[in-house]
């Protein structure tokens, strides 16, 4: 099965997760950068509010097709409990349908969030799974293994 890890990351949580996953089940790697400036108070508040009128954003070009691969594995950071701006774009702006897709999500809070409207982005696709890791930078032995497991469930 050819696998994709599409990711967005401001501070490298998802980032970390994107290329674990990778490694873990032999996937390509996109990196969607998000062109709008994002850094500092001023990023982190037009980011919450992008994000939570479900505002599209300016992303970089694609470097690979999703269009060749069997999985595609897409990963966000949570902003405003729905997902980043960039990789909303990225789901508008790419056909994913009939494609197998998981879903990941990093988060400053516990409680899995942005799940539902991220799947929402992909109605004519299989989805296959979705892991939630609180700022896994943060515990990063811990986030390994738990990825790991999960990615068995991925591949099974
Ligand atoms: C604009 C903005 C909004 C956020 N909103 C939420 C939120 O609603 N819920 C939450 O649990 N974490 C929220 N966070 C925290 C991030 O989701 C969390 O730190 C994530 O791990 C960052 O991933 P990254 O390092 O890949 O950018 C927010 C962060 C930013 C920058």
Sequence with gaps: MKSLV????????????????????GADVEE???????????????GGSDARR??????????????????IIVGTPVWAS????????????NDLSGKKVALFFTQGGK???????T????????FIGQLSLVNPLTTKDESE???VEWCKTLVS
């Design 145 to 147: 293994k738990q990825i």
């Design 119 to 126: 799947k929402a982005l992909i109605p004519n696709s299989e």
């Design 111 to 117: 409680k899995p969030a942005a799940v539902e409207q």
């Design 32 to 46: 969607v950068l998000d062109l709008k400036k994002r850094s500092g108070p001023l990023g982190f508040l037009g």
């Design 54 to 71: 479900g505002k599209e954003t300016e992303i970089s070009q694609n470097i690979k097709s999703p269009t060749g691969y069997d999985l």
């Design 6 to 25: 599409v990711y967005y990351s401001r501070t490298g949580n998802a980032r970390f997760v994107a290329e674990t996953i990778a490694a873990e089940v």
């Design 82 to 93: 729905r997902p980043s701006p960039a990789i909303a774009t990225y789901l508008r702006k």
